[in-house]
């Protein structure tokens, strides 16, 4: 049983950065993919980073909105993934959840039907 366990959240003034961190456990596939989603009041939930993770794992993808604030990365040995976002701006305020999909890479995957599995989320707050 696959259980996400999201931390790390909370308010950050407009420039400033903010780790967030999912604790996985459960998942016994050689590969898999990990994305944090993210969704602010009124709006759809939306992808910003994915990360395929076990054998011949390591790719990354990122949302336009992200690309080169946030990046992606797995702590093989803590069975973490976390987010690490810099230069934060007021429209990243949402609340931020972490997913994982069922034995295949990130490619293709990108909407949030496609990841089964989900954190509770933590909410980020930028002004």
């Known amino acids: 049983h696959v259980q996400l366990v999201e931390s790390g959240g909370g308010s950050v003034q407009t420039g400033g950065s903010r780790t967030l961190s999912c604790l996985a456990s459960?998942?016994?596939?050689?590969?898999?993919?990990v994305a944090w989603f993210r969704q602010a009041p009124g709006k759809e939930r939306e992808t910003v980073a994915r990360?395929?993770?076990?054998?011949?794992?390591?790719?990354?993808h990122y949302s336009d909105s992200v690309l080169g604030r946030f990046t992606i990365s797995l702590d093989d040995p803590k069975n973490t993934v976390s987010l690490q976002m810099d230069n934060l701006k007021p429209e990243d305020t949402a609340m931020y959840y972490c997913?994982?999909?069922?034995?295949?890479?990130?490619?293709?995957?990108?909407?949030?039907?496609?990841?089964?599995?989900w954190g509770q989320g933590t909410q980020v707050t930028v002004s």
């Open positions: 990360m395929t993770i076990g054998v011949g794992g390591g790719t990354k």
């Open positions: 997913a994982k999909g069922v034995g295949r890479r990130c490619v293709g995957l990108r909407a949030p039907s496609d990841f089964p599995y």
């Open positions: 459960g998942d016994s596939d050689t590969i898999n993919c």
